[in-house]
C-alpha cells in the first residue's frame, strides 16, 4: 500500500500559516517590496476558518476539563476516557494557535473568560457526564468536517479532517466509558 | 498531487487492504470468535463498497483504475486472535493516512467522502483494539 510521504507541521499547516503571515503585512526577508497593506488579506477564508476552529476546540477543552473538575474519583477507565479526551483537544488547540495570525485574539483568554459565564453545566452522574461529552465530541467532528470541505489549501483541510476524525473517535470512548461501572 | 492521482493512489491503498482483509476474514476461527468474525466482515465489505466507489471515480475523472497486485504482504503472521486484530488495525491506520492525503488533493463531495473515509477508518481502530490519536492519519503533527 502506497504510503504518503511524511509532512511536516509546518508543512501541513502552510496553508494557514502562510495566511497568517500575509494578514500580518509579512513580506519575505530581504524583500524591497512594501509591506503588503493587511486589509484584504485579513478575510482571508482560511483564516476565519481556522478562528473558528480554534473557538470550538477550546470551548470543547475547557469542557472536558470541567468535566474532570466535576467528577475527580472516576474508575480509571473513564478518568483515563476523560484525560484521553484532554490529551487531544489541548493538541489541537495548540496546533491550531501555531498557525492563527499573531494579531488576533487569543482564543484562550476569551473562550475561558466567557466560559466561566456561559459553560455548559457539567451532569452530576459520571455516566450522563461523559455521555454529554460524547455529544459535544459528535457535534465537534460534524463542525470540524465541515471546516474541512471548506478550507481552501488542501494541506489545511488535510489537518482538519484529521481533527474530525479525532473527535469521532472521542465519542465512541467516552460513549463506551459511560457504560463502564467499575 | 492531481485529484485523479489521489483518487488512484486510494484505490491502490484500498486494494491492498481488501487483500489482507481476504486473509485475515479467511482465518479468523468464527465459531470461536464471532465477534472478531464479524467486526472482520463488516470492514472487508466496507472496504469494497469504497473500493468499487473509487473506481467509478476514477473512471468519471477521465483514469483508468488501477488494478490490483496479485498479493499483498499481510502485516504480521496473522495467525493468533491478538495477531488478526492487531492486522486489522495496521490496515485502518494505513487506510487512514491514504484518506487524509486524498482529503488534500480533492475537493467537493469526493472530499467530503474522503474525509468521511478517513473517520471511518478512525473509528473502526477502535473496534480492533487501537486507542483514540489526536491527528488520525497524520501522525507526523
Redesign the interface.
Known sequence: ????P????RT?LGGAVVAAGLVAGCTAPGSDAPPRAAGPRREDPDVALLSAVLASEQRLLDRVVATLRRHPDLPATQSAALA??R??HR??VA?LRAGAPSDSPSPSVSASASSTATATPVPGRAAAALLALAGAEDDQ?GSV?HA??AARS??F???L??????A???A??LRAGSKDRR | MTPLQALQ?TL??EH??LYVYGVLGARVPASAHPSLATRLVSAYTTHRARRDHLSGLVRAAGGRPVAAEVS?RVPNAARTVDELDTAALVIER????????A??????AD??W???A??D???R??SFGG????????G??
Do not use: K, W
Open positions: 500500500m502506497p504510503t504518503p511524511p509532512v511536516s507541521r501541513a484521553g479526551a490529551t487531544t493538541a489541537h496546533l467532528s468536517r474541512a470541505l488542501g494541506a483541510a488535510r489537518v479532517a484529521s481533527m474530525a476524525a479525532a469521532a473517535q472521542q465512541v470512548h | 493512489q491502490a491503498g491492498a487492504a499483498y494505513r487506510c487512514a493516512s491514504v484518506y487524509a492525503a482529503v488534500g488533493s480533492t475537493s467537493g472530499r467530503g474522503a474525509v468521511d478517513l473517520t477508518c478512525a473509528v481502530q477502535l486507542s483514540p490519536s489526536s491527528f488520525p492519519g497524520a507526523e503533527l
